[in-house]
């Protein structure tokens, strides 16, 4: 498979980079700034600099076309303000969306969050980041053109993956370490059965290849 990947130089994308690439499937990872380029190139990944916070949905479709699988693993990060959460977080996931459908790849996978909602309360950075993602899932569930799964985990560690989680609609909080994240998403991204709904994640005692295939259709 081919599976373009937003935020390529995320956390969570070299990791997922790294498993795809191993996995033999080609990974394309979108970066903002060219001297990303080395380290996702020793993931096994194709980078390609492309800024979605200035990339028109015509330049995004063009990277994407003949493309598998969409992943949106883009963020603002944890030092940008309330502004680039809104640019970031809910404004270039709907462009990627828009870019997947006019590419005509509908298998569409998003890096969300725990909590994330549309109508979160508060004044902090961190509610303006739960907004952003909350709206930017809620514009891509709403899609017919995309077979989209929302991908929900808790709290993120750098902590050893250990493959064991909780991927269910509602775990209730917890943490999760990136690497686990990362397992979680290259599996559903071959799981067409979890098209449809979104999932929290936490660590938790089954299996990554397990709990994709025990959520896959429900």
Do not use: C
């Amino acid at each position: 498979m081919r599976i373009v990947i937003a935020g390529g130089h995320g956390r969570i994308a070299l990791r997922l980079e790294r498993l795809l690439s191993a996995g033999g499937h080609e990974a394309v990872g979108l970066i903002r700034r060219p001297e990303q380029a080395e380290d996702l190139r020793a993931a096994g990944a194709e980078p390609v600099v492309l800024d979605l916070e200035s990339a028109s949905v015509e330049e995004v479709a063009a990277v994407l076309e003949g493309a598998d699988a969409a992943v949106f693993a883009a963020g603002a990060g944890p030092d940008s303000g309330a502004a680039r959460k809104d640019t970031v977080d809910r404004g270039a996931a709907v462009l990627f969306a828009d870019a997947a459908e006019r590419a005509g790849v509908r298998r569409f996978v998003v890096v969300s969050s725990m909590g994330a909602d549309a109508d979160h309360p508060g004044d902090e950075v961190f509610d303006a980041y739960l907004r952003a993602k909350g709206a930017a899932d809620d514009a891509v569930r709403a899609r017919t053109g995309l077979d989209w799964t929302v991908l929900r985990p808790g709290t993120l560690l750098d902590d050893a993956g250990t493959g064991l989680v909780r991927l269910e609609a509602r775990t209730g909080r917890g943490t999760v370490p990136r690497d686990d994240v990362a397992a979680v998403l290259a599996e559903l991204v071959e799981s067409p059965g979890t098209a449809g709904l979104t999932l929290e994640l936490v660590t938790g005692p089954t299996p990554v290849t397990v709990a994709a295939k025990d959520v896959a259709g429900n």
